[in-house]
């Protein structure tokens, strides 16, 4: 699975981007036809650079992170068909309503990823969901992209579709009370990762991310790292460093601000097949690694995602990246980690509402500690110690 071709993406330098080797820099030494002229120019995001600067500070506040509600609606089904509900709108209102409104929810949370039918949704009491965040000092956010499309010319692999039209939407998104965005676009190492794969993950991230920032948006830069495969964690890293060096790259060549961004990488983990499992320590030891190489002190914070780890693994990972002062804000942006256990406790019955957003408190609280680095696993339940990788999962 992966992209339809750069030619898609911009014509002028996405065709170029698409036939050149993974070491093989735009404007370097080739046997194309193309002569590229650099244009050294201010950043299209001039009039909302403090605003970026601010949204992206608040976010990346001591003790909080983010939780990802930006499920698809056909994803949303699934985790609702787990506890015996039907894919219906008011169904995932409900869910969303549960979510949003749990009192005292802004100690732990500073930003909130939403899916775009939530974004314009409302308690059942008429009150805006941005609203809900709002007044708990939370941020609310957006999904942008329009999912995953096989990848012609690569091996098996996948790219991220939604820059048409992405800039008015974004103005829309702005408009209805979204401060930040996220596009999740994957690499996988059991398909190689293609160097094409790779270019069309970085370019397509650093278009988005420009386009965000000029609607005044703080764009999450989510390469995902997919945790399927065998391979050991050192091959984890060869990745991540290959995949981030790029990334950075196409995002100072489409003038991005690194003040105003968030990133949400993956975890450096071995893959979820490998025969050995790896410590929290290290986890965190490989991961701050390729952090420290290839991530500018400018980033503002680096919000990871949880992949499929058990709420309890990708809570003690983070404690263990955060025993010493980093560069940056080291914190969360989990989905399942942050829901897994909500969903069982309400079960769908209005009667357990309260015990269910008792539960998202526990987990937020958690992992606001483990941000400051003062988490510990003893009376956790096992049901948040049980993984919830799923091979091949789509979003």
């Known amino acids: 699975m992966a992209c339809s071709s750069f030619v898609k993406l911009n014509a002028s330098s996405?065709?170029?981007?698409?036939q050149q080797s993974l070491n093989q820099r735009p404007g370097s030494a080739s046997t194309l036809p193309v002569r590229r002229v650099s244009v050294i120019r201010s950043s299209a995001s001039g009039s909302y650079t403090d605003e970026l600067v601010k949204t992206a500070k608040s976010i990346a506040s001591p003790g909080r992170g983010i939780l990802a509600i930006d499920e698809s609606n056909a994803t949303c089904g699934k985790r609702l068909a787990s506890i015996g509900l039907d894919n219906t709108e008011p169904n995932r209102q409900a869910y969303r309503q549960l979510l949003l409104t749990t009192p005292g929810l802004g100690e732990y949370i500073s930003g909130a990823i939403l899916f775009e039918e939530t974004l314009y949704q409302s308690t059942t009491d008429g009150k805006k969901f941005v609203d809900c965040l709002k007044d708990e000092n939370i941020v609310p956010g957006i999904k942008v992209d329009?999912?995953?499309s096989p990848l012609p010319g690569s091996n098996n692999e996948s790219w991220c579709q939604g820059l048409d039209g992405l800039a008015s939407r974004s103005a829309e998104y702005y408009k209805q009370g979204a401060r930040f965005a996220k596009w999740?676009?994957?690499?996988?190492i059991p398909c190689g990762p293609s160097a094409l794969a790779v270019k069309e993950a970085a370019w397509g991230l650093a278009r988005y991310a420009a386009i965000s920032q000029d609607n005044g948006l703080v764009p999450i830069v989510e390469p995902e790292i997919l945790l399927d495969g065998d391979h050991p964690i050192?091959?984890?890293l060869e990745v991540a460093e290959r995949v981030w060096a790029e990334v950075f790259y196409y995002l100072a060549e489409n003038n991005v601000k690194l003040e105003g961004i968030l990133l949400k990488p993956s975890m450096v983990t071995?893959?979820?097949?490998?025969?050995?499992?790896?410590?929290?320590?290290?986890i965190a030891k490989y991961t701050l690694t390729m952090l420290r190489r290839r991530v500018p002190p400018a980033v503002p914070g680096i919000m990871?995602?949880?992949g499929g780890q058990s709420e309890v693994e990708a809570t003690l990972n983070l404690n263990a990246m955060n025993q010493s002062p980093n560069p940056w804000h080291v914190s969360f942006s989990y989905a399942r980690a942050l829901q897994n256990?909500?969903?069982?406790?309400?079960q769908g019955h209005p009667e357990n509402v309260e015990a269910a957003q008792k539960a998202l408190l526990i987990r937020a609280k958690a992992n606001s500690l483990a941000q400051l680095g003062r988490y510990s696993a003893e009376g956790e339940s096992e049901e948040a110690q049980k993984?919830?990788?799923?091979?091949g999962y789509t979003y």
């Open 184 to 188: 999740r676009t994957v690499v996988s």
């Open 146 to 148: 329009k999912g995953l």
């Open 341 to 346: 256990s909500v969903l069982k406790t309400w």
């Open 270 to 282: 071995p893959g979820a097949e490998h025969k050995e499992k790896a410590s929290p320590d290290t």
């Open 14 to 18: 996405s065709s170029l981007i698409g």
């Open 304 to 306: 990871f995602l949880s």
């Open 387 to 391: 993984g919830m990788f799923v091979k």
């Open 234 to 236: 050192e091959r984890t």
